[in-house]
């Protein structure tokens, strides 16, 4: 079968862009507890444009495929898998090594799917073997192509705004950056609990967009004082923040502690614009949490499939290429590169119906 | 009665250094919800130091007494307060305006007593007047100079250690810059508690002082990577940190989030270091919490005081003064200013026995 790897060429981390590479893999027969299934689908995310950069820790030259988000078909089950099973289409969870705990990782070897060493398998294949324990059925409202492009993003969003924001209905919320996939899936989810969501982007159009989907209203963070267009925007019954969901860093902490009620929270789960964000005493001074997020626990994957299930929610696809192979691949990546995609980008494995057992 | 206050000169923030006033102001007589207490005793806290260089927010030049901590004995009751209120000995709560929300004052007019426009009044005075919904009886097991030297630093760091930091029996927990009032309560807390308490000090005698207070080990910062010197001293059954008290700012994130657990919480309530600190992508990536921690409600004051009752806690004191004069009040202040002091600065305002009713 095909799977796609990268390939080791000269070059320093951040210079280096490694070329993809197609090989071929036996397709692997799942031990008792473990499931076979068809991959339909499978979905970017920005850890994989950092390997290709060699900005990621423990990247595997070998035979590890690249990509942590994948949805398919149940089609062989292992001895000790319930056989009913079979023909289920399911989400995979993106990682492996955290059960439950709120904090963190109960285990030192969490790993995420996909294009390190650490990692179990990868999701750019026609096939995947993984434990039962580690899928989720997809929900019956989406496609494989929809299916596919949650687990990642919408794992790192739903412990981003529920686990450490706490986010609850009436609240204000302002997520940066929106455009990125765990942006939407957060805007999504918070809207889907109720919260008036403001959104900044460097983007008109994606702001535009933004408001479709259920935003409040956004500000361009090109503007010079981007929080004083948004102090103009909160609602004079409520007006403040009470929560930020933060990938950007850098000055954003210092930007919305103004802005945030006492007791606010900044969740951090992501730093593009910078490697860090500076704490203030102001911050201290209003009783503020800055919260780190990073994934969430298996858990945390279920409650996510569940919520998404309940409240009919659908990822937003910027971009689908058409099966596995270096051309089909490369535009996505390159969008990535470019900034350009709104939504996730997914790859289209194998046609719908031909999966149907 | 007598009272201090600050006296008004030229000169600018950070570079003055207003001198004390003694002043003669009447003794008020209780509202129908208020209690008149007869002080016995009252303390210094590090703002009271920031306000005498105008580092402060709404400093008041005019009659409110300074100092936020204050202990004495109920020497007349309000129309609506139970007689049984009298001759009892109480602790002041030292903020107003902040019933018990978790997250930070309900309040826009927090307040907390002693030289400024905003607070209500001071316990730099022989007799106040408050609302006795604002004071709890002092544990029997202190005096009144202990019980004086309670209240604020307690309250800040009751809220640190448990509310933030939420510190369990048998977790590692480092305390930074031993020998302020807050770091020293926060060490009782945590003892108490049943967690393992790590220290840092610039001081070798502080250092010791800590260990017979009741830390397993500490550190100088002094030392270029003092970070990497506590290190070596966590037990080897549970080598990382769960939880920072710092009060330091700066460095200290970036130094200890390679020591803390996944999930671990900074709690900073203070940054005398510098006016800031970078929370960065490692913190992110090991689900870090920094959290501002400034102060507490009036449910957590009462939840402190408690607390110091049933585990029979004692206050660290610095030194004590004796009666309400500029000559007493100036060493403790210059004391403060060298920060020589291990513990509260106390003024003993009436001696004990003459308060008994």
Redesign the interface.
């Known amino acids: 079968m095909k799977a796609i790897t990268i390939e080791k060429v000269e070059g320093k981390p951040g210079k280096v862009y490694y070329p993809l590479k197609l090989i071929d893999l036996p397709i692997s027969t799942p031990k008792p507890t473990e499931v076979t299934v068809k991959l339909l689908a499978a979905a970017l995310n920005h850890r994989d444009h950092f390997i290709r950069q060699h900005l990621y820790p423990g990247i595997s030259f070998d035979s590890i495929p690249l990509l942590a988000d994948g949805a398919g078909i149940v089609t062989s089950t292992g001895s000790a898998v319930p056989t009913s099973w079979l023909g289920k289409r399911v989400v995979l969870a993106p990682g492996r090594g955290w059960d439950s705990?709120?904090?963190?990782?109960e285990s030192d070897v969490y790993a995420i799917l996909g294009g390190t060493k650490h990692a179990p398998t990868g999701t750019l294949q026609e096939y995947i073997s993984v434990p039962v324990s580690e899928v989720e059925e997809a929900p019956l409202h989406l496609d494989a192509v929809e299916s596919a492009a949650i687990p990642l993003c919408g794992l790192t969003a739903f412990r981003a705004v529920f686990t450490?924001g706490q986010v609850q209905a009436g609240q204000n919320v302002l997520i940066t950056g929106i455009g990125g996939g765990v942006a939407l899936m957060a805007l999504a989810f918070c809207c889907a609990k109720g919260a008036v969501v403001f959104v900044t982007s460097g983007s008109g159009d994606k702001l535009v967009a933004a408001k479709e989907l259920g935003a409040s209203a956004g500000v361009s963070y090109k503007s010079t004082a981007w929080e004083k267009d948004l102090k103009g925007l909160l609602p004079r019954s409520r007006p403040y923040l009470d929560v930020v969901i933060d990938g950007a860093?850098g000055d954003v902490?210092a930007r919305t502690v103004p802005l945030l009620?006492?007791?606010?929270k900044i969740v951090?789960?992501?730093?593009t614009l910078a490697?860090?964000?500076?704490?203030?005493?102001s911050?201290?001074?209003?009783?503020?949490?800055?919260?780190?997020?990073?994934m969430g626990s298996r858990k945390e994957f279920g409650d996510m499939v569940e919520f998404v299930r309940d409240k009919q929610l659908r990822p937003v696809i910027s971009k689908v290429a058409d099966g596995i192979s270096i051309d089909s691949l490369e535009p996505l990546f390159e969008d990535m590169k470019e900034g350009r995609q709104f939504g996730k980008l997914v790859v289209k494995i194998a046609p719908e119906d031909t999966a149907k057992l």
């Open positions: 705990d709120p904090a963190g990782p450490k860093g902490a009620k006492r007791g606010g951090s789960y992501g730093m490697p860090q964000t500076p704490f203030t005493m911050a201290v001074l209003k009783n503020i949490d800055l919260m780190g997020s990073t």
